[in-house]
């Protein structure tokens, strides 16, 4: 797999905005108006069609950079399992965790 360095070029913001604007509409799951008037507060006028086009265009390579960076799983993994209820029926939560304490895996079976 290739991998691609991600370039801002011709972009009017620094990369700095364009990657804060992306992870905080990604990780809190806000609107685009929502990252739109967080920017404004702290002095960035920026449109929610400008967010909505960076995170389409940079999420992609962001998320594929944070995952090559993620630490491999180990030689030892331990699978956990427990019965859970969700609105009065049982499940089985499986989780596979590696030695680092890393979550691998999470399965949700119904009982």
């Not at 990369?15 to 920017?39: D, T």
């Amino acid at each position: 797999m290739q991998t691609q360095k991600i370039s801002y070029k011709l972009y009017r913001f620094p990369p700095q905005i364009i990657a804060h604007n992306v992870w905080l509409y990604v990780r809190f799951n806000l609107s685009l108006r929502e990252v739109g008037e967080l920017m404004l507060e702290r002095g960035v006028d920026v449109s929610y069609e400008t967010i909505r086009r960076w995170s389409v265009k940079f999420g992609p390579l962001i998320a594929q950079v944070l995952q090559r960076r993620q630490p491999r799983p180990g030689d030892v993994w331990h699978l956990d399992e427990v019965v859970v209820k969700i609105a009065g029926r049982s499940y089985w939560l499986w989780r596979a965790v590696g030695q680092h304490g890393f979550v691998l895996e999470e399965i949700l079976q119904s009982g």
